[in-house]
């Protein structure tokens, strides 16, 4: 990836701190983008991504300072827990906006760029098992990574050949707020336990799972979902049953 120019949208922290620091580990421009100012060893753009203006902000500071975009990987993303009975109209629309909508408009404008470029791109859509199976207590986050998959496979169609989209779909992962998700240390330990590979995931992991959709090692690879849960979620049924099971 060496001179690459990458973007990756909310790259600060936990998941997408990792993300960015595979794509520089591999030799590529990144620059970030976050809605507050932070202190920051790589680019960074002050931008909300839900905003379409601040979109197009964005984009055009990237393309003016290196001339190019070569990658996005729209990170920016999540939601606080909410039971679907109680969250307001407004919390909903706004978890929408963040997990399918930007990642839209971000998408929208640097297709733009990488259709006039010799090269092209690779856009990176970061999803959430959340989006492929109940989501209970985020259910509008999970329904907005359902469709951010099926977005990414409908923008491959469109944009192909010159720009290629691919999702990453990722199971828990353990980041400075796991324990926020998980209660304390042993709530993030119970979990890494119920999960086939004995562990949680880690930001590197996903960093590189994407580097690899992004690379020329994926030059063929678009429209397609790459999961990276270290196996799932053992049933439920293999716990509750008195049958012998393997472990």
Same mark, same amino acid.
């Given at each position: 990836?060496?001179?690459?120019?990458?973007?990756?949208?909310?790259?600060?922290?936990?998941?997408?701190?990792?993300? !960015?620091? $595979?794509?520089?580990?591999?030799?590529? =421009? %990144?620059? #970030?983008?976050?809605?507050?100012? @932070?202190?920051?060893?790589? +680019?960074? !753009?002050? $931008?909300?991504?839900?905003?379409?203006? =601040? %979109?197009? #902000?964005?984009?055009?500071?990237? @393309?003016?300072?290196?001339? +190019?975009?070569?990658?996005?990987?729209?990170?920016?993303?999540?939601?606080?827990?909410?039971?679907?009975?109680?969250?307001?109209?407004?919390?909903?629309?706004?978890?929408?906006?963040?997990?399918?909508?930007?990642?839209?408009?971000?998408?929208?404008?640097?297709?733009?760029?990488?259709?006039?470029?010799?090269?092209?791109?690779?856009?990176?859509?970061?999803?959430?098992?959340?989006?492929?199976?109940?989501?209970?207590?985020?259910?509008?986050?999970?329904?907005?990574?359902?469709?951010?998959?099926?977005?990414?496979?409908?923008?491959?169609?469109?944009?192909?050949?010159?720009?290629?989209?691919?999702?990453?779909?990722?199971?828990?992962?353990?980041?400075?707020?796991?324990?926020?998700?998980?209660?304390?240390?042993?709530?993030?330990?119970?979990?890494?336990?119920?999960?086939?590979?004995?562990?949680?995931?880690?930001?590197?992991?996903?960093?590189?799972?994407?580097?690899?959709?992004?690379?020329?090692?994926?030059?063929?690879?678009?429209?397609?979902?790459?999961?990276?849960?270290?196996?799932?979620?053992?049933?439920?049924?293999?716990?509750?049953?008195?049958?012998?099971?393997?472990?």
């Amino acid at each position: 990836m060496n001179g690459e120019v990458v973007l990756v949208t909310g790259g600060t922290r936990g998941v997408g701190l990792g993300i !960015v620091h $595979a794509f520089a580990k591999a030799g590529a =421009q %990144v620059v #970030t983008c976050g809605r507050s100012e @932070v202190d920051s060893e790589f +680019r960074y !753009v002050r $931008a909300d991504v839900r905003d379409p203006s =601040q %979109v197009d #902000t964005l984009i055009e500071t990237v @393309v003016a300072e290196y001339g +190019r975009l070569d990658v996005v990987v729209n990170n920016a993303g999540g939601a606080p827990p909410a039971l679907a009975a109680s969250a307001s109209p407004r919390l909903h629309q706004k978890i929408v906006e963040l997990n399918l909508l930007a990642p839209l408009h971000v998408s929208q404008r640097a297709n733009t760029v990488m259709q006039q470029q010799d090269s092209g791109g690779a856009i990176v859509m970061i999803g959430s098992v959340s989006g492929t199976r109940p989501s209970p207590g985020t259910a509008a986050y999970g329904a907005a990574k359902a469709g951010l998959a099926n977005l990414a496979t409908s923008l491959a169609v469109e944009w192909a050949p010159k720009v290629r989209v691919n999702t990453v779909v990722v199971g828990p992962v353990d980041t400075e707020l796991s324990q926020v998700h998980y209660g304390d240390e042993a709530g993030v330990a119970a979990v890494g336990e119920t999960i086939p590979m004995g562990r949680m995931a880690t930001p590197a992991d996903v960093g590189e799972a994407c580097l690899y959709l992004a690379s020329p090692a994926a030059a063929y690879v678009t429209g397609s979902t790459l999961t990276v849960h270290g196996g799932g979620e053992r049933p439920a049924f293999l716990s509750a049953s008195n049958a012998e099971v393997p472990k």
